[in-house]
């Protein structure tokens, strides 16, 4: 199986509540037509390496992959594609095509001669407002395979199960056979994005912040919780979800305070870059002059390792290229 992410907020979390084997199990079978989940062995999908994604967007996804075998199938695997969205993507089918060619290209590779295993797609959105985009690859094809008879015969054809996050309501969510942590991480990738929604439906989400705190690993796992909410909300509303948090739910009190310090110690590092950065631009513009488009563009994606070396050849340095020697 395939679960897809990008390196934003949103994928981090995603990526944290289900790269375990259990909690995707868990999250995929209700989805799946009940003959196909019906015919994997769930208990034993594995992870395995490997990377799928196109490589113009690899700073932004990475992809995790699970592989699981068939019942009565011997050797026979099966993989789903398990994508994160949380915008909609009008070419959503034909990129799934593409990482199933690259999976079955690897696996082909590695396995010189044997049958292909079948992939499903499956996406889990939190679109706002749910999920209006393609959910078949025909749905991308002009005229539609259905319009010429014979034509759906000769085309790649295949739909995407789509769990869209956004229709679905907290008693939805709470009935799915997740352990507390994924539950409340679709929730908050649900609502995070919007402070009243959030702020709303806490109270009804306190149970399972106590049980999570109470699993193993739970401290971490409430952490991670917290330090999304820090991403996606505004300062005010952060503030105001742990104090409501930690009236509702006083066991989770050491994980938001965690959490807050966390951010606070993030705002007082990038307060610090953003000086040293706004001191060696006075530098540069006080001894050079005007700065171009190239040195400013340096200057803006500078590393602090980068800013170091910067910041001492200011000081002896004839010529502005000289600061930015590679």
């Known amino acids: 199986m395939v679960l897809a992410m990008t390196s934003t907020p949103h994928d981090a979390l995603f990526k944290a509540a289900f790269e375990s084997p259990e909690h995707a199990s868990a999250l995929l079978r209700p989805l799946l037509p009940p003959a196909v989940s019906a015919a994997i062995t769930w208990e034993s999908m594995t992870l ?26 011997g050797e026979a695997l099966l993989y789903l594609l398990l994508e994160h969205q949380s915008t909609n993507d009008p070419d959503m089918p034909l990129r799934v ?21 079948p992939i499903i797609p499956v996406v889990v959105s939190h679109v706002p407002g749910g999920w209006t985009a393609p959910r078949s690859f025909e749905e991308l094809l002009d005229p539609h395979p259905s319009s ?11 739909s995407l199960v789509i769990e869209d996050l956004a229709h679905l309501s907290n008693d939805d969510l709470k009935a799915r056979a997740l352990a507390a942590f994924p539950k409340l991480a679709l929730w908050l990738l649900r609502d995070a994005r919007d402070a009243k929604l959030l702020l709303d439906h806490l109270a009804s989400w306190a149970t399972a ?33 742990r104090v409501k ?10 994980a938001t305070m965690t959490a807050a ?6 705002g007082r ?26 040195h400013e563009a340096r200057l803006a994606t500078a590393s602090p390792e980068a800013l170091d070396r910067y910041l001492e050849r200011v000081l002896t340095a004839t010529t502005l290229a000289a600061v930015f020697a590679e």
């Open 48 to 73: 395995q390496p490997g990377s799928f994604v196109d490589p113009k967007l690899a700073d932004r996804h990475t992809d995790l992959l699970f592989a699981a075998r068939l019942r009565d199938g």
């Open 97 to 117: 095509l593409a990482y199933e060619l690259r999976i079955w290209e690897r696996f082909r590779e590695d396995h010189p001669g044997a049958l292909m295993p």
């Open 261 to 266: 310090e966390q951010y606070l110690e993030q």
């Open 209 to 241: 912040f106590q049980e999570a705190s109470r699993a193993p690993h739970g401290m971490q796992a409430l952490v991670r919780l917290m330090r999304y909410l820090t991403l996606v909300t505004d300062p005010q509303t952060f503030d105001e979800f």
């Open 269 to 294: 590092e990038e307060g610090r870059e953003e000086g040293r950065v706004a001191t060696l631009r006075k530098q540069l513009l006080f001894k050079f002059g005007a700065i171009d488009a190239q």
């Open 148 to 158: 010429i008879p014979g034509l759906a015969e000769l085309v790649p054809r295949f």
């Open 245 to 254: 948090l930690d009236e509702l739910s006083p066991e989770s009190k050491e």
